[in-house]
């Protein structure tokens, strides 16, 4: 879809991903489909004709993100209704507003940790869980039906607002630790994103120093050389700036990196290792499991494992993490990108939230973070993308299974590789950990010939992770 978005244009089963609508603002994610998206999920929501819905609505401060939601309101308001619009607030915020709310539903106007070009629409439930594959197919059905309720006079909702919104977002966050920052020296990189406002300001309320990096969105520089995906920035500033510790934020605050005052990046496996730790010990881990997907370190399993620990694997994704978590009842689990779910105070991931129980732990413990960060030791891990391959083959190749298997015997029980198809483009990825970088570098690369050479052509593009990365 390149060109203004019409109903007969959207295929239902593939408008949302496992995180929303996402695209290029103005391409594949145009005005016309915000709107549209808008009528159809009041008219999913207003099935009963016997209320009028309210959709609370947030986004971060990306230049595109005015104009849809112009046009999600827009959507919204032509049938039937109302649209409370809360401003630039991460998107955990719209999470917790929505469920606190009377809202018949949130959306977030965000594309996370992508670039300026890019954004996306998130939905949320009145309990501020995400909407379920199955309501999302049937906002997305209705979408493609050309459906949409479309009343007239006093029945056409209306454009609201609710200016202390983000204020109630911050009060829930400052109350969700029980902990005095007075004296920890914090450096936060806000993204220049949707937490450039409420992250110091929380950190402050608390007694924290900060010192503010990337806190001045200008509508063009959200993620653009900082935040979570450049952990490096953070880092440097830490010690420059003789601070306790760092957080660098994604572009709508759902993720957080940190760290230590050594300037050692802390990711999300060890941020989610030291969570678990301090739950364990203090007997608040449900079941003694937490829940992360298969891209975790290998190290993380061994750190579980010596801690009498379990881990529960899921696919990669946030919502997978989620729906095992509440399958199993469970409290706590996250990826190592940094989106770290604590469903005992939240209904999504929240990185301003990670951030404060990382410096809770700090202040409880007396410990530094980089002290704490050495709960578990990082394997090397080695990422070969295969490029240019028919990865729909990948699951019948004998050849990809032989190798496979040949590569596990030779890494044994202290290495692991994991071979898997892109979820959003054509590459087969290859991922190897092993005590020694050499050997997973060689396994992950000879690996990755067979993938070439069973499923397609195309030069391998490696990326390296090393042990301290």
């Known amino acids: 879809m390149t060109g203004p978005a019409v109903a007969a244009d959207v295929d239902p089963e593939g408008l949302f991903g496992t995180d929303g609508v996402r695209g290029r603002a103005n391409v594949e994610l145009t005005p016309e489909l915000a709107l549209l998206i808008g009528r159809a999920l009041v008219t999913v929501l207003h099935d009963d004709g016997e209320r009028r819905p309210s959709i609370l609505v947030g986004r971060d401060p990306r230049w595109s993100g005015d104009m849809l939601e112009a ?26 507003l929505t469920a606190r709310s009377s809202a018949a539903a949130g959306v977030m106007i965000s594309a996370s940790h992508n670039p300026v070009g890019d954004n996306g629409i998130k939905l949320f439930g009145p309990d501020g869980f995400k909407l379920s594959d199955d309501e999302e197919l049937r906002v997305a059905t209705t979408l493609a039906a050309g459906g949409g309720r479309r009343p007239v006079a006093t029945r056409i909702g209306r454009r609201l607002t609710d200016p202390a919104a983000v204020a109630r977002y911050i009060e829930h966050l400052a109350r969700s630790v029980d902990v005095d920052l007075t004296g920890l020296r914090v450096v936060v990189d806000g993204a220049n994103g949707a937490a450039h406002s409420v992250a110091p300001q929380v950190y402050r309320q608390l007694g924290a120093e900060v010192v503010q990096l990337h806190c001045s969105p200008d509508g063009a520089n959200i993620n653009e050389g900082c935040g979570s995906t450049h952990p490096e920035v953070v880092a440097e500033a830490v010690v420059a700036h003789a601070a306790d510790l760092g957080v660098a934020h994604d572009g709508d605050a759902d993720r957080v990196v940190a760290a230590t005052h050594l300037g050692e990046v802390v990711d999300g496996d060890v941020i989610l290792a030291v969570l678990a730790r301090q739950m364990h010990l203090q007997g608040r881990l449900v079941d003694g499991t937490v829940v992360t997907t298969v891209m975790a370190n290998l190290g993380f399993h061994h750190a579980m494992r010596d801690l009498g ?8 994704g946030d919502r997978y993490v989620l729906d095992a978590m509440r399958a199993g009842g469970l409290t706590l689990g996250g990826e190592q990108s940094g989106h770290i779910i604590d469903l005992e105070r939240a209904t999504t991931g929240d990185g301003v939230l990670t951030a404060l129980r990382l ?9 530094p973070l980089a002290e704490l960060a050495t709960v578990m030791r990082r394997l090397p891990q080695v990422l070969v993308n295969v490029p240019d391959v028919d990865r729909s083959r990948l699951a019948g190749s004998a050849g990809v299974a032989a190798a496979v298997a040949a590569a596990e015997s030779r890494l044994g029980g202290d290495g692991r590789i994991l071979v898997r198809p892109s979820g959003t483009e054509p590459l087969v990825r290859v991922m190897v950990e092993a005590v020694d970088e050499r050997l997973a570098d060689e396994v992950a690369r000879g690996v990755a010939d067979v993938v070439r050479a069973e499923l397609g052509t195309g030069a391998a593009d490696g990326v390296t992770v090393g042990a301290g990365a």
């Open 71 to 96: 046009a999600l309101v827009a959507g919204i308001t032509s049938a039937g209704g109302d649209a409370v619009c809360v401003g630039v607030v991460p998107t955990p915020g719209v999470a917790f």
């Open 309 to 316: 620990i379990r881990v529960l694997g899921t696919a990669v």
């Open 359 to 367: 410096m809770e732990a700090v202040r409880t413990t007396g410990t």
